[in-house]
T-cell receptor, first 114, second 119 residues
Framework: QKEVEQNSGPLSVPEGAIASLNCTYS??????FFWYRQYSGKSPELIMS????GDKEDGRFTAQLNKASQYVSLLIRDSQPSDSATYLC??????????????FGQGTILTVHP | GAVVSQHPSRVICKSGTSVKIECRSL??????MFWYRQFPKQSLMLMAT?????????EQGVEKDKFLINHASLTLSTLTVTSAHPEDSSFYIC???????????????FGPGTRLTVL
């Protein structure tokens, strides 16, 4: 079983819709969770981090964490074609220590069509 | 901010030569930096963790004698691919964890990557 799992997609949504990206993880002691966006041929850029159960909102992005279900998601409201990218879920299995090593999912390809 | 740079952005070399890639945190100090490799249409693969002032920690299956890592300061880590071969052609990306006080946060900020092509 993979440590961090994402649906590889592609996920296709129309412009203006809500895109929902999901991620599950296997290590129950994980404490830190991250969403990165990666455009084709570019390196990942941080979108959001979340550490506590519940929702965290930043602009059009909302991260949701449910540690009991070992599930973290990212919602993108009012999706734009510029949001088309691969979204990587990352988990720190070490529980937020100074070591900081992350485990990445394989990424979900999102396509927003006009 | 949290800006990480890499140099060079792209390099083409002949088989058997060595290539050095630099990773710098421009506006923060990073005790720990990470080196990843990414093949087309695949996810990031962690190669090693670079710790300032100590030896790097390599992931299983990564040859430490082939991928030399030096973390000489709190803002610079280097990866040297020695005796490169065509199968080493890949996208190499570094990241850095931002220090807050005396310990790192666990947020990683990525450099723009270096695309290595070995002929």
């Amino acid at each position: 079983q993979k440590e961090v799992e994402q649906n590889s997609g592609p996920l296709s949504v129309p412009e203006g819709a809500i895109a929902s990206l999901n991620c599950t993880y296997s290590d129950r002691v994980s404490q830190s969770f991250f969403w990165y966006r990666q455009y084709s041929g570019k390196s990942p850029e941080l979108i959001m981090s979340i550490y506590s159960n519940g929702d965290k909102e930043d602009g059009r992005f909302t991260a949701q964490l449910n540690k009991a279900s070992q599930y973290v998601s990212l919602l993108i409201r009012d999706s734009q074609p510029s949001d088309s990218a691969t979204y990587l879920c990352a988990v720190n299995p070490a529980g937020g220590t100074s070591y900081g090593k992350l485990t990445f999912g394989q990424g979900t390809i999102l396509t927003v069509h006009p | 901010g949290a800006v990480v740079s890499q140099h060079p952005s792209r390099v083409i070399c002949k088989s058997g030569t060595s290539v050095k890639i630099e990773c710098r945190s421009l506006d923060f100090q990073a005790t720990t930096m990470f080196w990843y490799r990414q093949f087309p249409k695949q996810s990031l693969m962690l190669m090693a963790t670079s710790n300032e002032g100590s030896k790097a920690t390599y992931e299983q299956g990564v040859e430490k004698d082939k991928f030399l890592i030096n973390h000489a300061s709190l803002t610079l880590s280097t990866l040297t691919v020695t005796s490169a071969h065509p199968e080493d052609s890949s996208f190499y990306i570094c990241s850095a964890s931002k220090m807050t006080g005396t310990s790192n946060t666990d947020t990683q900020y990525f450099g723009p990557g270096t695309r290595l092509t070995v002929l």
